[in-house]
């Protein structure tokens, strides 16, 4: 069950009118690592644990607390957008100021949301379920947690530098200290589950099921060699149950694939015209 209240988490009052900024500041409610991202996603993850706990309990007390972000947000946009020129456009235009105003501001702001926010972000592109993930492993969800407050929190402190405006920072500043804390609890989550699993995911995949005379094998496979120099490279493995080592020049493990050709009715290019003189395909198979 949720339960909605009419305060705000912050404060989310700027000290001017911005629909410019307003439509950047569209990419962190309804882009990839926007906090519609987050919040589902967490919520997700929590609704898909299957029993109580202090983890399932964080998921849910953090996609709540990304729906407020949201509303913050949204509350944001949408004084940003007061006095947005939405009347005669052509005669609004011929005012320079006014004109810079149309070019930088998105259209659908007036058009479509009525000068409030949208479920999409800085370029219009409508949200999409397709960013979040909930696997069902939590340490494998922990992990795209932290990418995601990461990712966010870089965006978010690129908006701060991006404004002069001490209402939208004073907002950015809460939401920067909240992916703080974000990305240092699941972190925290991550060390504690690693600590009582692997770091390997999934630990509970039988090892002797996979080819381990390359579970811990770096393959040089560019130019240079610098990446043997990493701590990568050698010495103990990080899930501690083997050594890492290095492969200069790998070689090629199975021979180079020949592929029968498509039947006629596939109106595939013929095998006469595109093959090769190494190609040994035998004239059986045409």
Known sequence: MFYHIKELQYHA???????????QLQE??????????????????????????KYKDLLMDTGAE??????MLATMVARLLD????????????????????????PQHAIVSGLGAMPADSNGKKWTAD??????NLLADFRANLNAESQGRLQVARLYAATNDKGVKDMLSWLLARDT??????????????????????????RELEKQEV?????????????????????????????FNYVENPVPLA??????????????????VIRGRDDQIPPSLY
Do not use: C
């Open 255 to 272: 021979k180079k694939p020949k592929l029968k050709p498509a039947p006629d009715y596939i109106f595939n290019t013929p095998p006469s």
């Open 13 to 23: 009052k700027p000290e001017r009118p911005d629909p410019i900024f307003a439509r």
């Open 131 to 136: 960013y979040i993930i909930a696997s069902g």
């Open 83 to 106: 006095g947005a020129p939405v009347g005669d456009l052509e005669t609004a235009a011929k005012d320079p100021i006014i004109g810079a105003i149309l070019g930088g501001m998105n």
């Open 181 to 206: 804390m974000h990305q240092n609890q699941w972190l925290a989550a991550i060390k504690e589950l690693e600590e009582k699993e692997n770091v390997v995911v999934p630990s509970t995949f039988p």
């Open 28 to 53: 962190v409610i309804g882009g990839q690592f926007g906090e519609i991202s987050v919040a589902l996603q967490y919520l997700f993850q929590g609704w898909n644990v299957r029993g109580n706990g």
């Open 215 to 243: 579970s811990y094998t770096l393959f040089n496979f560019s130019e240079g060699n610098e990446s043997a120099e990493g701590r990568w490279a050698h010495g103990p493995s990080m899930d501690k149950l083997g050594t």
């Open 66 to 71: 990304e729906l407020a972000h949201i509303e």
